[in-house]
């Protein structure tokens, strides 16, 4: 069963990427003033917050391979996150090639098929998320805990050796998050436990992520065990902070909307900061860094969840939704074969 901290921690998630994309948009276009500044909050946002989504796809994986097979599973990702990345891809690098007088990409048709082997933008977290559970689906043919446990080690090891690889190459970036994936399989299995103690655990894992994140800060001592650290006690403080946030639920549901519509932001929200920044400094011709970085983020968040809730109405909805003539999941249900589970 879905927990609310859950979308809590999806939100925050999104808050984080959007944030920090904005920022890097914010920087390649020479709006920076306090860049020491602006070096620490970007190391802080990418020390943890994709390793958190590969953490969190992987907490309700377990319960997906036992609800359908294996040809199920296949179908129902390529619906939920195969189809959003070729779609997504066509469009923002169309529209990136068609605006790059106006952007920091510098985008051109001679490279527009390269995302089918190096995608680009936010979307290769899409590619390796796909890569990652189609390989699952038999490495995690055994389901006990110390099978789950066994693979979660490996992987570990998995990432240190990845570490050098160059990560535009797809499979450095398979290699390198397999680990915060196969985290989130193992989370599941003691998520009552942390419940049960999770004001208990919140000081702790609080205490891991501000020292490891200080030294990483400092860059001493400087090596991808300390980055690492970092990276899973920044999840652990997102994933407790959440579950201690469900006694205010009543006045969450702003964060949880978010969360929910998390893979609608991920999706458009680079078309929304990108649209903001050029609007603010070519129209508007702001160049303050703080009302580039306070609105862009609102927008960034605001009109992807704006767009998706208008799709329907504009005959839209493909944008964000396999349309029901492409499912595969809906086609192996019409075939009699396979019975067909909705999707999560």
């Known amino acids: 069963m879905r927990n609310p901290w859950v979308d ?34 970007d190391s802080l946002l990418y020390s943890f917050h994709m390793p958190l989504f590969f953490f969190l796809s992987g907490l309700f994986f377990k319960e997906s391979m036992a609800r359908r097979s294996a040809l199920q599973l296949v179908a129902n990702k390529f619906d939920s996150v195969a189809y959003p990345f070729f779609v997504w891809s066509l469009l923002q690098g169309l529209l990136a090639i068609a605006g790059a007088q106006w952007t920091n990409t510098g985008s051109s048709l001679g490279g527009f098929f390269e995302f089918l082997w190096r995608p680009g933008g936010q979307f290769w977290f899409l590619y390796a998320l796909f890569l990652i559970m189609m390989a699952s689906l038999a490495i995690y043919r055994r389901r006990s805990l110390p099978w789950l446990i066994g693979v979660l080690i490996a992987t570990v ?4 050796i990845a570490s ?3 990560r535009f190459l797809p499979l450095g970036r398979v290699f390198f998050n397999f680990c915060f994936f196969s985290a989130g399989m193992v989370f599941n299995e003691f998520q009552p436990a942390v419940l049960r103690h999770k004001w208990r655990a919140l000081p702790a894992v609080a205490l891991a992520f501000a020292a490891s994140e200080w030294l990483l800060q400092m860059r001493w001592p400087a090596n991808e065990m300390l980055a690492f650290v970092t990276a899973s006690a920044g999840i652990g403080l997102v994933a407790v902070g959440c579950m201690c946030l469900e006694a205010a639920a009543d ?16 999706l458009a929200h680079i078309l929304a900061t990108a649209g903001t920044r050029v ?20 927008c960034g968040l605001l009109l992807p969840l704006l767009a ?15 349309p029901a003539a492409l499912s595969l999941e809906r086609r192996l249900g019409r075939g009699g074969r396979v019975a067909a589970v909705p999707a999560r």
Do not use: E, N
């Open 8 to 41: 809590y921690a999806k939100g925050i998630g999104i808050a984080l990427v959007v944030w920090g994309h904005v920022g890097r948009g914010v920087a390649a276009a020479g709006l920076v003033g306090d860049a020491a500044l602006h070096a620490r909050i």
């Open 157 to 160: 090891i998995l990432h240190f």
């Open 164 to 166: 050098p690889l160059p």
């Open 251 to 266: 006045r969450l549901g702003w964060l949880a909307a978010l969360g929910a519509s998390s893979m609608a932001i991920y």
């Open 279 to 298: 609007l603010l400094l070519h129209a508007l011709h702001v160049r303050d860094y703080w009302t580039h970085m306070l609105v862009g983020s609102v």
């Open 308 to 322: 998706a809730r208008l799709a329907p109405a504009l005959r839209l909805d493909w944008l964000f939704g396999v």
